[in-house]
């Protein structure tokens, strides 16, 4: 399954950017997709997830409240809303899938069987 994300870049403290995770000849649709990040020197951490069904959303506390989830499976892409952007959340940015039951929404790294290449996110005045 061949994910890609999109939608990184530059943006200030405060700001918002829209991540994209897309598969190029491969529907989205049955799986569950995990959004996490790695910062420099440091472990990748769960951000997002978002079951098959896109019922459930699940988030940890540090971006609980900024962040949001959302899947729009006409176009087999699935989103992350960043609003409220720190520095901390700089990081690259991967999207994941995992089969799963429809309602399932993984919180564990090694749940997911696919990831893409992630997208950059720098916050900074």
């Known amino acids: 399954l061949p994910l890609v994300e999109s939608g990184g870049g530059l943006v200030q403290p405060g700001g918002s950017l829209r991540l994209s995770c897309t598969a190029s000849g491969s529907t989205l649709d049955f799986y569950a997709i995990g959004w996490f990040r790695q910062a420099p020197g440091k472990g990748r951490e769960g951000v997002a997830c978002i079951s098959a069904s896109g019922v459930n959303t699940d988030f940890p506390p540090s971006v609980k409240g900024r962040f949001a989830a959302s899947r729009d499976n006409a176009k087999n892409t699935v989103y992350l809303q960043m609003n409220s952007l720190k520095p901390e959340d700089t990081a690259v940015y991967y999207c994941?899938?995992?089969?799963?039951?429809?309602?399932?929404?993984?919180?564990?790294?090694?749940?997911?069987?696919?990831w893409g290449q992630g997208t950059q996110v720098n916050v900074s005045s």
């Open positions: 994941a899938a995992a089969r799963r039951s429809s309602s399932y929404c993984p919180r564990g790294i090694y749940e997911y069987d696919y």
